[in-house]
């Protein structure tokens, strides 16, 4: 009996987006805004990526309520809140919809975006075919044509190294997703995702060991850092051992048992430092090992293109050139299309992400109506938050980095307890403030602050950075009496008169 074949249904808009994350929502919404243009979306799992269900919201679903907790326990007058693991957990699932993207949709649809399920591929140019998640509810496969562009954002996808490859590990879906607490639990890596994963499950009453090659964490940012996040959770009874690598794994029955639950028997590690070789066990590993771009099954080849290409496509201020100008001068990609957030290779950060759709969802709209291109600034700095307690923030360079790249740069550091406003927040507040400056033009360049509730103080530093404010124009900028932005008149003090004098 021959099999019958289905003829894929047909679509045509202005602009497709692979990938339904947050970059992919920008994008589609900034190129179509205020237009008749249209725009369609195209994602297999669900609506609203990464950001949105296992990564960002989970996490800090988790965490602030952990940082209220611990600020409490160190202001007398009041008894620290007890954690109540199940409501907890329940907030997760509330701030994730309980992984449902039905209100995720509900908007998109809202903001004129067609939403087609499934897996899309590049067939042509201009062209992708997306094979339905669920053949059997009867949908079929649909070619979508595109008028004007294409643009990958598909995000990205954990990286699991290959002693772990055959144990089933935890990612950082799991981890966010928590619904089996383990005993025990070793992560391995010293990045943000370890460190802030660390947190919330010692907070769950797990014993973790963190597990770091390196000889210190959160290795992007400025040394002392890592040291305050180390400290704080070696406090908070977390092992730390750094100078550790995994040389192999093995563990009964390794499966996958679902989100968030243990994926089989007990886990034994095989690694080594300085001290040689040695057996860890656990109920279950974390990799927290990195991400790369999800770039694989797009049907690149088809366009003459592979992944390296992708990730080579230019700097952020030509691509957004390039997509108002549609060519792709200076990019191994044509003119139609684009690459944004995670699967661009840039920041992994979903606000640089959406940063950068806002840019390029811009100029594609900009090439089609003639609009006036919006210019983009000369300093773009990318901003981080990691949210350990103490929080870790930074902007721009580090000194290092600052060095490395030719600045004659001059630092100024306090202790976040150096002003006022900042002692206030708990009766021993540790962490640092740093400011790094360009000694020639007198401007910032980068910034970095550890402390208590340290995100809220990193945009002024980003906003100081993309307006190029020197700093002895900073210094007329009062913060109020008695707030943590004081720190930064302590930062301004300690640098040298002539730079504060302009």
């Known amino acids: 009996m021959a099999h019958e074949t289905t003829t894929p249904a047909e679509i045509t808009v ?109 067939v042509g140019e201009r062209e992708v075919l997306v094979e339905a998640a669920d053949e059997s509810a009867g949908a079929g496969p649909t070619r979508i044509l595109a008028r004007r562009a294409v643009v990958i954002a598909t995000g990205s996808e954990a990286v699991v190294p290959g002693p772990l490859r055959d144990l089933a590990p935890w990612t950082s879906r799991d981890a966010t997703g928590v619904q089996e607490v383990p005993g025990e639990l070793v992560i391995i890596g010293g990045g943000v995702v370890a460190v802030e994963a660390a947190t919330w499950m010692a907070a769950l009453g797990t014993k973790v060991t963190l597990l770091v090659r390196g000889d210190s964490l959160l290795s992007g940012l400025e040394p002392f850092a ?31 048992t679902g989100l968030g639950r243990v994926h089989g028997g007990r886990v034994t590690l095989q690694v080594e430092d300085s001290r040689g070789r040695r057996e860890i066990s656990a109920d279950e590993v974390l990799a927290a090992t990195g991400r790369r771009p999800a770039l694989g099954d797009l049907g690149l080849e088809t366009i003459g293109l592979s992944a390296e290409d992708v990730l080579a496509a230019g700097a952020p201020s030509d691509a957004a050139a390039d997509a108002a100008a549609g060519d792709a001068t200076g990019s191994p990609l044509p003119g139609w299309l684009h690459a944004v957030g995670d699967a661009s290779g840039e920041a992994p950060l979903t606000h640089w992400g959406k940063y950068r759709a806002r840019v390029i969802g811009q100029a594609i709209r900009a090439g089609a109506t003639g609009e006036a291109l919006e210019p983009v600034p000369e300093q773009v700095p990318v901003p981080q938050v990691v949210f350990t307690d103490p929080q870790a ?51 910032l360049v980068g910034a970095t602050f550890v402390g208590p509730d340290a995100s809220e103080l990193i945009h002024a530093a980003t906003i100081a950075i993309v307006g190029q404010v020197p700093v002895h124009v900073l210094r007329h900028a009062v913060p109020s009496y008695p707030t943590v932005s004081e720190l930064w008149l302590r930062l301004l003090e300690e640098l040298p008169v002539e730079l504060r004098r302009g």
């Open 226 to 256: 890592g040291e305050h996040v180390l400290e704080a959770l070696r406090d908070r009874g977390v092992t730390v051992e750094l100078g550790t690598s995994v040389v192999s794994g093995s563990r009964e029955e390794a499966r996958a």
């Open 14 to 122: 202005d602009v497709i987006v692979i990938g339904g994350g947050p970059v992919g929502e920008n994008v589609a919404q900034y190129a179509i805004e205020g237009t008749d243009l249209t725009a369609a979306i195209v994602e297999g799992e669900l609506l609203g990526g990464e950001c949105s269900y296992y990564a960002c919201m989970p996490s800090k679903a988790l965490l602030r309520p952990l940082a209220v907790a611990d600020a409490a326990a160190h202001l007398p007058g009041l008894v620290a809140p007890s954690l109540d693991r199940d409501a907890l957990l329940a907030r997760r699932d509330t701030w994730v919809s309980h992984y449902d993207d039905a209100g995720q949709v509900s908007w998109a649809e809202g903001a004129g975006l067609q939403v087609v399920r499934g897996h899309g591929r590049i």
């Open 393 to 443: 923030t930074s902007v721009g360079l580090t000194e290092e980095q600052a060095r490395e790249e030719g600045h004659d740069v001059v630092t100024a550091r306090v202790p976040f307890a150096g002003a006022a406003g900042s002692a206030l927040l708990r009766d021993d507040v540790t962490g640092t403030a740093q400011l790094v400056v360009d000694r020639s033009t007198t401007m």
